[in-house]
């Protein structure tokens, strides 16, 4: 009886915690593969070497991003909005079939990464369009396709 009753001192539980909310850019986080690519009608470089880009990788972390085309930077900026692939095949001069074919589909959100302060020499930006396990990012005139990295 002694023993329960001198435990009323102890302070409360406290709550439990809370979960943490998902991380809204999750589906951009992470390793992509490039698997495939199409010309667009302004393409500055040629089939053969457009397809010397397959297999190589974008990295995107919290912090930063990586890519072949605009090298790395480790403290990006982003920005990001709601697109369909319809609009954005019309936009890059793609057969709204052809962008579907690689792996693009509804509902696509469009991020925007920045390097540091525009005009510092730091990386260039990188756009990619991500549609749940697929994206699109598009460099002088051609678009690759991007799978996740398992």
């Known amino acids: 009886m002694i023993a329960l009753a001198g435990c009323g001192w102890l302070p409360p539980d406290s709550p439990p915690a809370k979960p943490v909310p998902p991380d809204p850019e999750a589906a951009l986080l992470g390793g992509w593969t490039i698997t495939d690519h199409v010309l667009g009608p302004r393409a500055l470089i040629s089939e053969y070497d457009a397809a010397e ?6 990295a995107i ?9 605009s090298g790395g930077c480790d403290d990006a900026a982003r920005q990001h909005q709601p697109r369909a692939v319809a609009e954005l095949a019309t936009e890059l001069g793609l057969a709204r079939d052809r962008a579907a074919s690689l792996g693009l589909a509804d509902p696509v959100v469009e991020y925007r990464l ?23 990012t598009c460099w002088s005139g051609v678009c690759y396709a991007l799978t996740r990295r398992p």
């Open 53 to 58: 880009f397959h297999g190589r990788t974008v």
């Open 61 to 69: 972390s919290a912090t930063g991003y990586a890519s072949p085309w």
């Open 114 to 136: 920045s390097c540091g302060r525009v005009g510092t020499g730091r990386a260039p930006p990188l756009t990619l369009y991500v549609g749940g396990a697929h994206a699109l």
